[in-house]
């Protein structure tokens, strides 16, 4: 007979596929039929026959029989669930939270770092910053892109916002200049039409030139908006800023690189301007660390006069393209990441010890079942469908969660491009969503599990089963306190960078004030000698509206709301030694805006309307001379400015929203034209600003109903904005710390609460030999102590590890010091100890008399 | 079991081809599961081979149900194997096995008006 110890082998293995129970009942008669089969199976040929009809037998019998014994197992456990709502309710929401805020973030850290990207090669593509390729005219750029050793192709791109219409009712909207070649280096070709050819761009300035250069390729959605997605677009002609261009392309739907644009049209090249960004293909063959190699030698070729200093405020770098859009925040996902598998970990395990507590409080029933014939397989199978019917209800209610942390993410931290949305209906993200609750589920499930098989061999209510399951119970609390400490270290980490952008003096007062945005790009009032008359009528108007206490301009709001400029400047005529920001204002700017002048004084409305050759700095500018009245009188710039006032500085923080960098060196200069793109009014009014923002829209907007009128926002909203994306993670880290500090305390209490039921006899005893209930009671508080002591000093050692780590990802933070460590502990134990000492009440009530006639 | 008492012996129509055949051999009296299958084997002429797993299968839901159950008196030890389990009919599994012919039955006469009997039946 061939191979017939291979076939039985193999059989016996097969019956494992069958459920426990009916696995317990009638694998052995299966072995007994399939052992007589293979007797009357002679021949190969007739073992194949057998083997086939067999695996068709399985197919139908195995899934039936399984469905059945899970429906039983679900049942029992929908019973039992319903015996202790509470405990299942908990049981469920910290998982819910768990796998949900897990599942939400990881969709960020999925759109951002595992999506592949809307480009041809998109791994291949490397953004340069603080690189000015060579760009004064257009020849020279594409000379320059050509010969590049490293480069397979580069373009050029500059983003900005213009009034788009131009006849009629404008908008304004995000649009870019780009070399010819910005399609063919990404690798996207244009849904319908063409994209730039070779000659499209140009030598010029500002919207371009006519011919050639006068066209266009439209995003998708603005092609829906405009046209309603009639492919007879092509040939229409749109205007941005009043000049037309036709259009000769439509980008495909979801394209929007650069961040949010509506519409590309080929650059114009002009010297001097520094505007454009750089985006590049990588050559074959050529690896990241080559290219950046080459791009350094590159830039120290092409600027060999630049200092230590510069190279380091301001270094070239070549980066991925997906790493620039991921951007800064890239690391705060990923510590947003780790801190919501930490707390999955603590509900796993938190879950785990529940469920370890009831499984010991079953060992009754179990037992009894144990002896009535359920084997360790057939129990631990319905512990195991217990737990898995756990996770997945939880991850149920998680997917709600999950939305929630989606949209309050895109919220915080819009996705860069439109490719790059945050959703839930990813495959990774799905796959993840269901591996996790199913880790889950066999993670905490595992433990009962084994409990269950200790119960089969022990009698029941053996107290060495019960002492095992304590120790488990124990060992998993501290585990749950390890994490715990290590997330609240971590969270007062993140907070302490937080705290200190909190704390700035912003050098203005946001309360009562307003602010709105007009541009008036491609209006009637365009031009230098035509715009002070505009921004004058409009102050006039908004001046004399009830509750406004005064009224200004700038170009550049504080918190990099509206941009900024800047760099080294000449001061007394020698060249300048660190970088500053130039803000260009209109007179009662600083009054307007609550600034406090140190010295000197503002500017004037003659000063600003004759143009004069005057600055106001601030302190930290001011610095460089001594006290602020010393820097008084002292000039600035090439063409020199005299200074006549210091101001405290403003929060005009860097373009990386760097709280760091929130106070760089300010030169405020008179202009009457604040705004070359676009402008800002800002108003300080009587009570709320909210109340009053849309008198004051309406009053400049009725100067001229042509000039597009935005942003009206209050001063606060503009700083909510602006602080929305820190607070969100100092906000993430903390709830997180404080779940994770909710569920350890509940595991404490539960472990605890658990031994005083379980030893509520020999308690009893022990009380009637003499020993007190405060006695009984402060032992159990010791014992719950030393394990939270058990529990923190790994937590300590790992929370060093993470400051170190955290450190190096967020930058303001700070690692923990002793006192934190010290208090975060203390804190943890005295809750609790309070936790304790309410668990070990029922012992106070004890009756001893009971107690001893059960006995 | 409630099947046994309350239940109506309709509710568990129409009854799988095994089960109904399992209730066809047992009526005759009781069998182990291997003897089942070679006779229902043979009964349809090879055409139902039913597997050991759909065969147990059957059998543990038929005893669940009441419809059948173990027995406890042995044959003869010479020609028993100990590990071999014999099943016979309950009184409730005798209705039900009658129910379901009824059921057939009043299925045939309905096909033989409508359609006519073959010649060759």
Same mark, same amino acid.
């Given at each position: 007979?061939?191979?017939?110890?291979?076939?039985?082998?193999?059989?016996?293995?097969?019956?494992?596929?069958?459920?426990?129970?009916?696995?317990?009942?009638?694998?052995?008669?299966?072995?007994?039929?399939?052992?007589? &089969?293979?007797?009357?199976?002679?021949?190969? /040929?007739?073992?194949?026959?057998?083997?086939?009809?067999?695996?068709?037998?399985?197919?139908?019998?195995?899934?039936?029989?399984?469905?059945?014994?899970?429906?039983?197992?679900?049942?029992?456990?929908?019973?039992?669930?319903?015996?202790?709502?509470?405990?299942?309710?908990?049981?469920?929401?910290?998982?819910?939270?768990?796998?949900?805020?897990?599942?939400?973030?990881?969709?960020?850290?999925?759109?951002?770092?595992?999506?592949?990207?809307?480009?041809?090669?998109?791994?291949?593509?490397?953004?340069?910053?603080?690189?000015?390729?060579?760009?004064?005219?257009?020849?020279?750029?594409?000379?320059?892109?050509?010969?590049?050793?490293?480069?397979?192709?580069?373009?050029?791109? &500059?983003?900005?916002?213009?009034?788009?219409?131009?006849?009629?009712?404008?908008?304004?909207?995000?649009?870019?200049?780009?070399?010819?070649?910005?399609?063919?280096?990404?690798?996207?070709?244009?849904?319908?039409?063409?994209?730039?050819?070779?000659?499209?761009?140009?030598?010029?300035?500002?919207?371009?030139?006519?011919?050639?250069?006068?066209?266009?390729?439209? +995003?998708?959605?603005?092609?829906?908006?405009?046209?309603?997605?009639?492919?007879?677009?092509?040939?229409?002609?749109?205007?941005?800023?009043?000049?037309?261009?036709?259009?000769?392309?439509?980008?495909?739907?979801?394209?929007?690189?650069?961040?949010?644009?509506?519409?590309?049209?080929?650059?114009?090249?002009?010297?001097?301007?520094?505007?454009? @960004?750089?985006?590049?293909?990588?050559?074959?063959?050529?690896?990241?660390?080559?290219?950046?190699?080459?791009?350094?030698?590159?830039?120290?070729?092409?600027?060999?006069?630049?200092?230590?200093?510069?190279? *380091?405020?301001?270094?070239? #770098?070549?980066?991925?393209?997906?790493?620039? $859009?991921?951007?800064?925040?890239?690391?705060?996902?990923?510590?947003?990441?780790?801190?919501?598998?930490? %707390?999955?970990?603590?509900?796993?395990?938190?879950?785990?010890?529940?469920?370890?507590?009831?499984?010991?409080?079953?060992?009754?029933?179990?037992?009894?079942?144990?002896?009535?014939?359920?084997?360790?397989?057939?129990?631990?199978?319905?512990?195991?469908?217990?737990?898995?019917?756990?996770?997945?209800?939880?991850?149920?209610?998680?997917?709600?969660?999950?939305?929630?942390?989606?949209?309050?993410?895109?919220?915080?931290?819009?996705?860069?491009?439109?490719?790059?949305?945050?959703?839930?209906?990813?495959?990774?993200?799905?796959?993840?969503?269901?591996? *996790?609750?199913?880790?889950?589920?066999?993670?905490?499930?595992? $433990?009962?599990?084994?409990?269950?098989?200790?119960?089969?061999?022990?009698?029941?209510?053996?107290?060495?089963?019960?002492?095992?399951?304590?120790?488990?119970?124990?060992?998993?609390?501290?585990?749950?306190?390890?994490?715990?400490?290590?997330?609240?270290?971590?969270?007062?980490?993140?907070?302490?960078? =937080?705290?200190?952008?909190?704390?700035?003096?912003?050098?203005?007062?946001? #309360?009562?004030?307003?602010?709105?945005?007009?541009?008036?790009?491609?209006?009637?009032?365009?031009?230098?000698?035509?715009?002070?008359?505009? =921004?004058?009528?409009?102050?006039?108007?908004?001046?004399?509206?009830?509750?406004?206490?005064?009224?200004?301009?700038?170009?550049?709001?504080?918190?990099?709301?509206?941009?900024?400029?800047?760099?080294?400047?000449?001061?007394?005529?020698?060249?300048?030694?660190?970088?500053?920001?130039?803000?260009?204002?209109?007179?009662?700017?600083?009054?307007?805006?609550?600034?406090?002048?140190?010295?000197?004084?503002?500017?004037?409305?003659?000063?600003?309307? +004759?143009?004069?050759?005057?600055?106001?700095?601030? &302190?930290?500018?001011? @610095?460089?001379?001594?006290?602020?009245?010393?820097?008084?009188?002292?000039?600035?710039?090439?063409?020199?400015?005299? %200074?006549?006032?210091?101001?405290?500085?403003?929060?005009?923080?860097?373009? #990386?929203?760097?709280?760091?960098?929130?106070?760089?060196?300010?030169?405020?200069?008179?202009?009457?034209?604040?705004?070359?793109?676009?402008?800002?009014?800002?108003?300080?009014?009587?009570?709320?600003?909210?109340?009053?923002?849309?008198?004051?829209?309406?009053?400049?907007?009725?100067?001229?109903?042509?000039?597009?009128?935005?942003?009206?926002?209050?001063?606060?909203?503009?700083?909510?904005?602006?602080?929305?994306?820190?607070?969100?993670?100092?906000?993430?880290?903390?709830?997180?710390?404080? =779940?994770?500090?909710?569920?350890?305390? *509940?595991?404490?209490? +539960?472990?605890?609460?658990?031994?005083?039921?379980?030893?509520?006899?020999?308690?009893?005893?022990?009380?009637?030999? +003499?020993?007190?209930?405060?006695?009984?009671?402060?032992?159990?508080?010791?014992?719950?102590?030393?394990?939270?002591?058990?529990? /923190?000093?790994?937590?300590?050692?790992? /929370?060093?590890?993470?400051?170190?780590?955290?450190?190096?990802?967020?930058?303001?933070?700070?690692?923990?010091?002793?006192?934190?460590?010290?208090?975060?502990?203390?804190?943890?134990?005295?809750?609790?100890?309070?936790?304790?000492?309410?668990?070990?009440?029922?012992? /106070?009530?004890?009756?001893?008399? @009971?107690?001893?006639?059960?006995? | 079991? !409630?099947?046994?008492?309350?239940?109506?012996?309709?509710?568990?129509?129409?009854?799988?081809?095994?089960?109904?055949?399992?209730?066809?051999?047992?009526?005759?009296?009781?069998?182990?599961?291997?003897?089942?299958?070679?006779?229902?084997?043979?009964?349809?002429?090879?055409?139902?081979?039913?597997?050991?797993?759909?065969?147990?299968?059957?059998?543990?839901?038929?005893?669940?149900?009441?419809?059948?159950?173990? !027995?406890?008196?042995?044959?003869?030890?010479?020609?028993?194997?100990?590990?071999?389990?014999?099943?016979?009919?309950?009184?409730?599994?005798?209705?039900?096995?009658? !129910?379901?012919?009824?059921?057939?039955?009043?299925?045939?006469?309905?096909?033989?008006?409508?359609?006519?009997?073959?010649?060759?039946?």
């Amino acid at each position: 007979m061939p191979d017939q110890p291979f076939s039985l082998r193999l059989y016996r293995w097969v019956l494992n596929l069958y459920p426990a129970t009916f696995r317990d009942n009638y694998a052995g008669l299966l072995e007994r039929e399939f052992r007589d &089969e293979l007797q009357e199976s002679s021949g190969t /040929a007739a073992l194949c026959r057998l083997w086939i009809r067999l695996i068709a037998d399985l197919a139908i019998s195995v899934p039936g029989q399984l469905a059945r014994e899970v429906g039983q197992d679900t049942r029992h456990t929908v019973r039992l669930w319903s015996l202790r709502p509470w405990h299942t309710a908990f049981a469920i929401l910290a998982l819910a939270i768990g796998i949900g805020a897990s599942t939400g973030v990881f969709s960020v850290v999925n759109a951002l770092l595992l999506r592949s990207l809307p480009f041809q090669d998109p791994e291949r593509l490397a953004y340069l910053s603080n690189f000015f390729a060579p760009h004064d005219s257009v020849t020279q750029f594409h000379e320059w892109r050509q010969q590049s050793s490293y480069l397979a192709d580069t373009a050029l791109f &500059e983003p900005f916002d213009v009034n788009l219409g131009g006849s009629g009712e404008s908008r304004r909207a995000h649009i870019v200049q780009v070399s010819s070649n910005f399609f063919s280096v990404l690798g996207t070709q244009p849904l319908l039409g063409r994209g730039f050819t070779p000659g499209d761009d140009v030598d010029g300035t500002g919207v371009g030139t006519a011919g050639r250069n006068a066209v266009a390729v439209i +995003g998708y959605g603005l092609w829906q908006a405009l046209f309603g997605g009639d492919p007879k677009a092509l040939g229409a002609a749109v205007r941005i800023d009043g000049t037309p261009l036709t259009v000769v392309g439509i980008a495909p739907p979801g394209f929007d690189y650069p961040g949010k644009t509506v519409l590309w049209k080929p650059g114009a090249f002009s010297r001097g301007n520094n505007g454009w @960004e750089v985006v590049a293909r990588l050559k074959p063959g050529i690896t990241w660390p080559q290219a950046r190699q080459a791009f350094a030698a590159e830039a120290d070729r092409l600027w060999p006069d630049r200092t230590p200093l510069q190279k *380091i405020q301001s270094p070239s #770098r070549l980066t991925e393209l997906r790493d620039q $859009l991921a951007g800064p925040t890239k690391n705060a996902w990923l510590v947003l990441l780790a801190s919501v598998g930490l %707390i999955l970990l603590i509900a796993c395990t938190n879950v785990g010890n529940l469920l370890l507590a009831r499984t010991a409080d079953r060992a009754a029933e179990l037992s009894i079942r144990s002896a009535l014939g359920a084997s360790r397989a057939r129990l631990s199978q319905q512990l195991l469908t217990e737990c898995v019917l756990l996770a997945l209800a939880a991850s149920l209610v998680g997917v709600f969660v999950a939305l929630w942390t989606t949209s309050i993410a895109a919220k915080v931290q819009p996705a860069p491009i439109a490719s790059q949305a945050y959703s839930i209906l990813d495959s990774r993200v799905l796959g993840f969503a269901i591996a *996790i609750p199913v880790l889950c589920g066999l993670v905490f499930g595992a $433990l009962p599990s084994l409990f269950a098989g200790r119960v089969h061999m022990f009698e029941a209510r053996g107290s060495s089963s019960n002492r095992a399951s304590r120790l488990i119970g124990e060992a998993l609390v501290a585990a749950q306190v390890m994490l715990a400490v290590i997330l609240l270290t971590s969270s007062l980490s993140v907070g302490h960078a =937080f705290l200190q952008m909190m704390r700035i003096n912003r050098g203005f007062v946001p #309360r009562g004030l307003m602010t709105v945005n007009v541009s008036l790009q491609g209006t009637a009032h365009q031009g230098a000698g035509r715009s002070l008359a505009y =921004f004058e009528e409009a102050l006039a108007r908004v001046r004399r509206l009830p509750g406004v206490q005064s009224a200004s301009a700038t170009e550049f709001l504080p918190l990099y709301a509206t941009g900024g400029i800047g760099g080294v400047f000449a001061v007394d005529g020698k060249p300048g030694r660190a970088s500053s920001a130039v803000i260009p204002v209109f007179s009662d700017y600083f009054q307007t805006m609550g600034g406090r002048i140190v010295a000197g004084r503002e500017f004037t409305a003659a000063e600003v309307k +004759g143009n004069a050759r005057v600055v106001v700095v601030n &302190e930290r500018f001011a @610095e460089q001379f001594g006290s602020p009245a010393d820097a008084l009188g002292h000039q600035v710039f090439r063409e020199p400015r005299k %200074i006549i006032g210091v101001v405290n500085g403003m929060d005009y923080r860097n373009e #990386r929203n760097d709280p760091l960098d929130a106070n760089p060196r300010q030169v405020f200069i008179p202009s009457t034209t604040p705004g070359g793109f676009f402008s800002t009014f800002v108003a300080r009014v009587d009570g709320r600003a909210e109340d009053r923002l849309a008198m004051i829209r309406d009053a400049i907007k009725s100067v001229d109903p042509q000039v597009p009128v935005f942003g009206a926002k209050t001063m606060e909203q503009r700083l909510d904005d602006a602080l929305a994306r820190p607070q969100f993670y100092r906000t993430a880290v903390s709830c997180f710390a404080g =779940f994770a500090l909710l569920l350890a305390i *509940i595991g404490v209490y +539960g472990v605890v609460s658990y031994t005083v039921a379980q030893r509520s006899h020999e308690m009893g005893v022990r009380m009637a030999l +003499g020993t007190t209930a405060a006695g009984l009671r402060v032992r159990l508080l010791r014992r719950g102590l030393l394990t939270i002591v058990a529990g /923190a000093v790994p937590g300590v050692a790992g /929370a060093v590890l993470c400051g170190k780590f955290l450190e190096s990802l967020v930058e303001g933070a700070k690692p923990a010091n002793t006192a934190s460590y010290t208090g975060t502990i203390l804190s943890i134990a005295l809750i609790a100890a309070a936790g304790i000492w309410v668990a070990t009440r029922p012992l /106070a009530r004890l009756d001893i008399m @009971e107690v001893l006639r059960t006995e | 079991m !409630s099947s046994k008492d309350g239940t109506s012996t309709t509710n568990l129509a129409p009854l799988s081809p095994a089960v109904f055949h399992i209730l066809l051999s047992l009526g005759e009296g009781e069998r182990h599961g291997y003897a089942l299958k070679r006779e229902i084997s043979l009964r349809t002429g090879g055409r139902l081979k039913i597997g050991p797993g759909v065969l147990y299968g059957s059998i543990n839901k038929m005893l669940e149900l009441g419809l059948i159950e173990e !027995s406890d008196d042995r044959p003869d030890p010479h020609l028993d194997d100990e590990r071999r389990r014999y099943y016979r009919i309950t009184a409730y599994g005798r209705k039900v096995a009658q !129910s379901e012919a009824a059921r057939m039955r009043d299925l045939v006469k309905l096909a033989a008006v409508r359609f006519g009997v073959p010649r060759h039946a």
